[in-house]
């Protein structure tokens, strides 16, 4: 066995007197969340899940169902698709000139996602989370291809708003299982260092995707059909990497415990399941403003910043270096969230205080800037800056930071839902309500980008939403977080088929 069992559960002897000691073998949930629970009525019955009593298996299988192989897997999946996504968004109006029919593609994309992820939750506890990231990657390779479209036939912007309508309904899937298996892979001490990680891989597909369409379009005012041709291929085949990753079953931590996945509940089950996730944990809806504020900011960076001040050459390069940021940010901020000399309330202070700190860097400075134009001053067939420009520099290092506040930002967010449980059913409720109300915000601030609203407008009200974010989720940090999450707390984890809450080993004592 690997680890220490964290209980007792019974002694025997030998004719030699000596003293072994021995530790239930898990048995099946009888319907609910959890599999290979025990609830005998005896008092030595437990949750084996939160037991490190689990043997790994070795050799070439043990390395495939190693919590990291596995979140790697995960992380090449959203490489292909949503990072290549990201790399198009990232160089303003999807690498197009006028970027109106983008911003109206990005509002409903994230209107469709609001109301998918919000579900997704559900549709991932009912199909499991390898068929919902199957299903959900398919969107990305069609969007990609409506800008192709757009670039060939100018007047196909009808299909680039219908394909962001697409795209949306299979992101909320895909992110709300991605949410789910990322945070619940990982022991309680490592859910930084998987999230960065999984952000590094994730964020290095923004990295190649920059990279290739700075490398191709160095000497040109459009973006290349090539360029749209290569990453719809590369998103085709992140489709499919879900079908090569492990059951959830069967995947046990590395200290041992055991990861709990859903038992294919009725939906009747999965709706009342959203509720009770609210009702008994409700201080989730003190990081609602976080998550609402998380999407608002591309907007004003990607269109009303990069493409707004620079030409296609610089916007590449813009892409690529913000990308890169990005990975620094998410591994830098990961690794302090997971430093456990430190009690798990303290470091999501100092998360927050670091996010309040770049926050204030990133707005102030960029407030200088945008102070010096206007929609007005720079229509989309105004000259624009290049990258041998004077005043080019400052302005590619304010992206940097952009692109560290942000990664920083989601990382920090996804740390905190991950602080609140262990179960991925209810932590596939906490990404759906996240990625919902993300997604929510998001599509407002490209419709009132798509509207003309002052650029000023948009920049003032990302920085007072961050700003109102952090604010909110104090009280959640001091109220909520704790240094361990105990069965007692996973109440959907013990919720039977007819909605009876199972009680816990301290409740049958009292």
């Known amino acids: 066995m690997s680890g220490k069992p964290t209980e007792k559960c019974g002694r025997s002897s030998d004719a030699d007197n000596t003293v072994h000691e021995y530790y239930p073998s898990p048995s099946p949930a009888p319907v609910g969340y959890l599999s290979g629970s025990s609830f005998a009525e005896d008092t030595t019955s437990q949750y084996p899940e939160y037991h490190d009593d689990h043997v790994r298996p070795t050799g070439?299988?043990?390395?495939?169902y190693n919590p990291y192989t596995q979140v790697v897997l995960l992380g090449f999946v959203c490489f292909l698709c949503p990072s290549l996504f990201n790399a198009l968004n990232g160089l303003g109006a999807g690498g197009q000139i006028d970027g109106t029919t983008s911003a109206n593609a990005n509002s409903t994309l994230y209107a469709t996602f609001a109301l998918a992820a919000f579900f997704a939750g559900s549709i991932n506890n009912i199909l499991g989370p390898r068929l919902t990231l199957f299903l959900g990657s398919f969107g990305y390779a069609i969007y990609i291809g409506s800008y192709l479209a757009v670039n060939i036939h100018n007047k196909a912007g009808g299909f680039v708003i219908a394909a962001g309508a697409v795209l949306g309904l299979c992101a909320g899937m895909l992110w709300t299982a991605q949410g789910s298996l990322m945070l619940a892979y990982p022991t309680e001490n490592q859910k930084g260092k998987f999230i960065g990680i999984f952000w590094s891989i994730f964020?290095?597909?923004?990295?190649?995707?920059?990279?290739?369409?700075?490398?191709?379009?160095?000497?040109?005012?459009?973006?290349?059909?090539?360029?749209?041709?290569?990453?719809?291929?590369?998103?085709?085949?992140?489709?499919?990497?879900?079908?090569f990753m492990a059951n959830p079953e069967k995947m046990i931590r590395t200290d041992g415990t055991k990861v709990t996945t859903p038992r294919q509940p009725s939906w009747r089950t999965e709706i009342y399941g959203l509720y009770i996730a609210l009702r008994t944990d409700p201080l989730i809806v003190l990081l609602f403003p976080m998550f609402f504020a998380s999407n608002w900011f591309y907007t004003w960076q990607f269109n009303d910043y990069n493409a707004a001040l620079f030409n296609i050459r610089a916007r590449s390069l813009n892409n690529l270096v913000y990308w890169v940021s990005q990975i620094l940010g998410s591994v830098s901020i990961g690794l302090l969230l997971d430093q456990s000399q430190y009690p798990r309330r303290a470091?999501?202070?100092?998360?927050?205080?670091?996010?309040?700190?770049?926050?204030?860097?990133?707005?102030?400075?960029?407030?200088?800037?945008?102070?010096?134009?206007?929609?007005?001053?720079?229509?989309?067939?105004?000259?624009?800056?290049?990258?041998?420009d004077?005043?080019?520099?400052?302005?590619?290092?304010?992206?940097?930071?952009?692109?560290?506040?942000?990664?920083?930002?989601?990382?920090?967010?996804?740390?905190?839902?991950?602080?609140?449980?262990n179960d991925p059913a209810k932590l596939a409720y906490f990404a759906g309500f996240y990625k919902s109300i993300q997604s929510a915000g998001a599509a407002g601030v490209w419709r009132a980008d798509a509207m003309k609203v002052p650029y000023m407008n948009l920049f003032l009200s990302t920085w007072a939403l961050l700003i109102a974010g952090l604010v909110f989720s104090l009280p959640m940090i001091h109220l909520r977080v704790k240094d361990h999450t105990d069965v007692e707390d996973e109440v959907l984890a013990r919720m039977e088929e007819m909605h009876n809450v199972l009680p816990t080993e301290s409740d049958r004592r009292h």
């Open 203 to 243: 964020n290095l597909g923004g990295v190649v995707g920059a990279s290739v369409s700075l490398g191709q379009n160095s000497h040109s005012e459009v973006f290349s059909n090539g360029t749209y041709i290569g990453f719809m291929i590369l998103a085709g085949m992140g489709a499919l990497v879900p079908l």
């Open 347 to 388: 470091r999501a202070f100092a998360g927050w205080s670091i996010l309040l700190i770049f926050v204030l860097i990133v707005h102030i400075w960029g407030f200088f800037y945008q102070r010096t134009y206007t929609r007005q001053s720079m229509p989309p067939d105004a000259s624009k800056m290049d990258i041998n």
């Open 390 to 421: 004077k005043g080019y520099i400052g302005r590619l290092f304010l992206y940097i930071f952009c692109g560290l506040l942000d990664s920083m930002w989601q990382t920090t967010a996804y740390w905190m839902m991950g602080a609140m449980s």
């Open 60 to 64: 070439l299988k043990g390395f495939f």
